[in-house]
């Protein structure tokens, strides 16, 4: 293969994305050169409006269009009673898909075990405590992975909560050992929720 410097760093940046080697990226390269103004200009464009546009919100931590409100923000005026908290953002779409759930949603955006005492703010635990008081929130579930980290960042939340009078549930063990939200298909995330578990504070 011939040695093209710029061709080269594509390749390792493609490489990065989930589920991507050097193989596909190359492919994925060829494509779009083959395909400059068909794909490679519109794609690099909608790139460039992603990087502007889309940010995470500080209050739910979902993602938004930084030209519109935040759609879990907006969901707000829908009188919830049950705020479902989860890892990252493809574990909120995957339980969307599901249809299980009916209510609103908070997004950590990692866990507390590979988080260091200086980041752990970026996880919002305080702005969910917000919310729970706010909108009189009757049950929080906790819809971690099965991963020792999110068995930590559940206990660690469980804790965080343990003044208020708000119900607190944990995803029934259904899900696998070492499981990821994201990964789970829809069965498996109904069973979960239907038999999901109270937790008692300490």
Known sequence: MQNIPEIEELTKLISKLPGLGPKSARRIILKLINNKNQIFKPYL??????????????????????TTNCNNCESLNKNYSKICVVENISDQWSIENSNIFQGYYHVLGGTVSNSKDNERNELLIESLVHRIERDNIEEVILATSATVEGQTTAFYINESLKNSKVKISKLAQGLP??????????????????????????
């Not at 789970?184 to 038999?195: E, Q």
């Open 45 to 66: 464009k909608t790139l460039s409006d992603v990087f502007k546009n889309i940010s995470r919100c500080n209050y739910c931590g979902g993602l938004k269009s930084n």
């Open 177 to 202: 050992v070492g499981g990821e939200i994201e990964s789970l298909d829809d069965g498996t995330l109904i069973y979960a929720f239907k038999n999901r578990k109270a937790l008692e504070k300490n």
